[in-house]
């Protein structure tokens, strides 16, 4: 009885470890991730790599207008949320925002939580499907002006797979062959490259 005991006492111990591992790797992935993957290394010569970091109060102010600024683009449909398949209970996640030397412009990665029976082809494997892109912004007097950038990626099977894809093409494939995009997002010369005119300045001229 007493080894019968003992190897429950194991198994209990387990458990217990398995459950803390999960709350925390939550937590981590939620609230913590993004704000720490400045450090995280990319194709981007390392002495070009952005790593301005605001405090965490800054940072979780800036996703909470973020994730605002954005439902209100998705119940108008507008840009990136021009789909039917997005309604009231669909869920924006900012995964990462990075930010130039006085933080008055930033790239956010942005990924799409949407449950699967809103799919025109339902993945009945699954309870929710991903979608992910990304928004550049510029503050201007304490407000926060957003311009649609992308890629684009959809239908991913979990939100960990839809981080990764976005980012790789966001800080590691997003300069193109034809010279468009010459720099990664998280490449500091990126803060003063031509998209910022093409995205913000060029396209006010055309309104």
């Given at each position: 009885?007493a080894v019968i005991g003992l ?151 979990s939100y960990q797979r839809a ?29 003063n490259s031509s998209i910022w ?11």
């Amino acid at each position: 009885m007493a080894v019968i005991g003992l190897y429950n006492n194991e198994i209990m111990k387990k458990l217990i470890f398995i459950g803390l591992f999960s709350i925390v790797a939550l937590l981590y992935f939620n609230y913590i991730y993004g704000w720490l993957s400045f450090y995280k290394t990319t194709d981007t010569p390392k002495k070009y790599l952005s790593v301005e970091m605001p405090s965490r109060e800054n940072y979780k102010h800036d996703n909470l207008v973020l994730v605002s600024l954005l439902k209100k683009k998705l119940i108008n449909y507008e840009g990136f949320f021009n789909n039917r398949s997005y309604f009231d209970s669909t869920e924006i996640i900012i995964d990462t925002i990075i930010y130039n030397a006085d933080f008055t412009k930033i790239a956010a990665i942005v990924v799409v939580k949407n449950p699967t029976y809103r799919q025109i082809s339902p993945d009945l494997k699954h309870k929710y499907y991903y979608d992910a892109t990304s928004y550049l912004g510029i503050r201007k007097n304490s407000m926060l002006e957003l311009s649609w950038v992308g890629p684009v990626f959809t239908n991913c099977v979990s939100y960990q797979r839809a981080s990764v894809d976005i980012r790789n093409a966001c800080f590691r494939t997003f300069v193109t062959p034809n010279g468009l995009y010459k720099y990664n997002m998280n490449d500091k010369r990126f803060w003063n490259s031509s998209i910022w005119i093409e995205k913000f300045i060029s396209k006010k001229e055309d309104m």
